[in-house]
């Protein structure tokens, strides 16, 4: 409102101010001069044309001043939301980079032979044998847009301590496996240990 009673006294007092410039300009004396010879009649209409010109003119350049700003004050609410929409998406964007950094492994892994061929890998590393592992479960499931997990069961048997620490850490470390569940046990035989490791490796479905 304040804004608006601002914008309506300037404009009045613009155009009272063209209007006192018209009325010492030589143009309106010879205006005047036409206007004095017409009957009483005339003058009345003429005057009355004048006064209304007088009110509907602010009236008119308020109403452009208040469409104009309208306008604007849309185009400004419309350009905040696009930068927000990207601020946020930025951040989105970044907060998702991060999680992806933390739980994508260094590899697609996503059938059981893949799988079999990294904890190959890791077995001779760790110089343990095949036969002493044994890959069950497989599956894979797409749990977002583009994010893919696979899930599998790793049977395993006559590991020793060490070599079952050292397995979860290249699992873990190098392959950034996740892994929910860990079930070992001792076989009273061998004095060897023996169980399941439950993993999720999570994958780029693009």
Do not use: C, W
């Amino acid at each position: 409102m304040d804004n608006s009673s601002s914008i309506s006294k300037k404009i009045d007092e613009f155009v009272f101010g063209q209007v006192d410039n018209f009325k010492n300009s030589s143009t309106y004396q010879q205006f005047i001069d036409q206007f004095s010879g017409l009957d009483d009649s005339a003058q009345k209409y003429i005057n009355h044309f004048f006064a209304i010109l007088v009110v509907l003119i602010p009236l008119i350049l308020i109403g452009i001043v208040e469409v104009q700003s309208y306008k604007m004050s849309k185009t400004l609410d419309i350009k905040r939301e696009i930068y927000n929409s990207l601020g946020e998406t930025s951040i989105k964007s970044k907060r998702l980079s991060l999680i992806e950094k933390r739980i994508l492994g260094p590899r697609k892994i996503t059938s059981q032979n893949e799988l079999q061929s990294i904890l190959n890998q890791i077995i001779k590393a760790t110089r343990l044998k095949e036969d002493q592992i044994k890959i069950a479960g497989v599956k894979t499931t797409n749990i977002l847009k583009n994010l893919g997990r696979l899930d599998a069961t790793i049977k395993f048997n006559s590991f020793s301590t060490p070599n079952l620490t050292n397995f979860l850490r290249d699992l873990i470390k190098k392959e950034k496996m996740v892994i929910p569940k860990l079930s070992v046990i001792k076989n009273k035989t061998s004095e060897l240990l023996e169980g399941e490791i439950l993993i999720h490796h999570h994958y780029r479905l693009k």
